[in-house]
């Protein structure tokens, strides 16, 4: 099983620059996440969906947009990336509230 | 304002020498309380979930227990291998919430 798969694990981009973090899993889950984690920060929540079609904000969710159109994925857009928006970033998914969530391993963005 | 805390930043224990780290929360609505354990360069590990106060569950040398306000992870006789960071989560509507986590090391 797959599980979540994130692409790409690594990524730098210039300040400006726009572009896609990609989240699929094949467990067939009505909630997805997308997190960033920074040193002695935790994780954040930045956006998360309960269902295709659906979308909301979650703690820090400027400067990143959303969208769910199938059930598997949840792409995560930077429209104007800034070194601010240098984080590791998660995706996980669950079948529902309340029960366990699912972790990608991670994408590695530095912006410069 | 929903809130996850954790206490302490990190520890350091010699192996075999037991302690407990703590998640206090204050969330309406809860729908469970989650630990997770996070390797370095990895993604979060599910260990377990808590649904109501009193509730315990144990895996290996880790317990886990809930009241109104606050869970404990309680590590019994931890081995090298424990060392890790530990992640405590609520559920409040479609959110996970997250504590800034405790990075346990045991040494030899």
Same mark, same amino acid.
């Given at each position: !099983?797959?599980?979540? $798969?994130?692409?790409?694990?690594?990524?730098?981009?210039?300040?400006?620059?726009?572009?896609?973090?990609?989240?699929?899993?094949?467990? !067939?889950?009505?909630?997805?996440?997308?997190?960033? *984690?920074?040193? =002695?920060?935790?994780?954040?929540?930045?956006?998360?969906?309960? =269902?295709? =079609?659906?979308?909301?904000?979650?703690?820090?969710?400027?400067?990143?947009?959303?969208?769910?159109?199938? $059930?598997?994925?949840?792409?995560?857009?930077?429209?104007?990336?800034?070194?601010? *928006?240098?984080?590791?970033?998660?995706?996980?998914?669950?079948?529902? =509230?309340? $029960?366990?969530?699912?972790?990608?391993?991670?994408?590695?963005? $530095?912006?410069? | 304002?929903?809130?996850?805390?954790?206490?302490?930043?990190?520890?350091?224990?010699?192996?075999?020498?037991?302690?407990?780290?703590?998640? @206090?929360? +204050?969330?309406? %609505?809860?729908? %469970?309380?989650?630990?997770?354990?996070?390797? #370095?360069?990895?993604?979060?590990?599910?260990?377990?979930?808590?649904?109501?106060?009193?509730?315990?569950?144990?895996?290996?040398?880790?317990?886990?227990?809930?009241?109104?306000?606050? @869970?404990?992870?309680?590590?019994?006789? #931890?081995?090298?291998?424990?060392?890790? +960071?530990?992640?405590?989560?609520?559920?409040?509507? %479609?959110?996970?919430?997250?504590?800034?986590? +405790?990075?346990?090391?045991?040494?030899?």
């Amino acid at each position: !099983n797959a599980g979540v $798969t994130q692409t790409p694990k690594f990524q730098v981009l210039k300040t400006g620059q726009s572009m896609t973090l990609q989240c699929a899993q094949d467990m !067939n889950h009505e909630y997805m996440s997308w997190y960033r *984690q920074d040193p =002695g920060m935790g994780l954040r929540l930045i956006h998360y969906s309960v =269902g295709a =079609g659906i979308t909301d904000q979650g703690e820090v969710p400027n400067g990143y947009n959303v969208s769910r159109s199938t $059930t598997e994925d949840f792409p995560l857009r930077l429209l104007s990336a800034a070194p601010s *928006q240098t984080s590791v970033y998660f995706c996980a998914s669950s079948a529902k =509230g309340g $029960t366990e969530a699912f972790f990608g391993q991670g994408t590695r963005l $530095t912006v410069v | 304002e929903d809130q996850v805390t954790q206490s302490p930043e990190a520890l350091r224990l010699q192996e075999g020498e037991s302690s407990s780290l703590n998640c @206090s929360y +204050t969330v309406s %609505g809860l729908r %469970g309380l989650f630990w997770y354990r996070q390797d #370095p360069g990895k993604g979060p590990e599910f260990l377990f979930t808590l649904y109501s106060a009193g509730e315990e569950k144990e895996k290996e040398r880790l317990k886990a227990t809930l009241t109104k306000k606050e @869970s404990f992870l309680h590590i019994t006789a #931890p081995k090298p291998e424990d060392s890790a +960071t530990y992640l405590c989560a609520v559920q409040q509507g %479609g959110k996970l919430i997250f504590g800034q986590g +405790t990075e346990l090391s045991v040494k030899p």
